[in-house]
Nanobody, 121 residues
Framework: VQLQASGGGLVQAGGSLRLSCAAS????????VGWFRQALGKEREFVAA????????TYADSVKGRFTISRDNAKNTVYLQMNSLKPEDTAVYYC???????????????WGQGTQVTVSS
């Protein structure tokens, strides 16, 4: 599976962005997808994940109620809608695909290249 993340950019605090993760290659609908982020000088951290059938989602406590993960298997795309953005959300965001929904980065076998999100105060 090849993954391409997009949709990042510069936004003011309180604003919104929608990230997309487009997949190609193997049957995308067979994979769970997760979003992770890595801020400068910090470790990669889990953000959100969705099961292959979209029936189950998981969120980090820091983004619950603000971020929503969804997928459109017909378009081979997973989305991360980010609302009420905060400066601490600034990071490079990565999407990843794997056999099941998990919060640990090693759960996932395939990774996209990352997209920068910068939230100004």
């Amino acid at each position: 599976v090849q993954l391409q993340a997009s949709g990042g950019g510069l936004v003011q605090a309180g604003g919104s962005l929608r990230l997309s993760c487009a997949a190609s290659g193997r049957t995308f609908s067979n994979y769970a997808v997760g979003w992770f982020r890595q801020a400068l000088g910090k470790e990669r951290e889990f953000v959100a994940a969705i099961s292959w059938g979209s029936s189950s989602t998981t969120y980090a406590d820091s983004v619950k109620g603000r971020f929503t993960i969804s997928r459109d298997n017909a378009k081979n795309t997973v989305y991360l809608q980010m609302n009420s953005l905060k400066p601490e959300d600034t990071a490079v965001y990565y999407c990843a695909a794997g056999p099941y929904r998990g919060t640990y980065y090693r759960t996932y076998d395939y990774w996209g290249q990352g997209t920068q999100v910068t939230v100004s105060s």
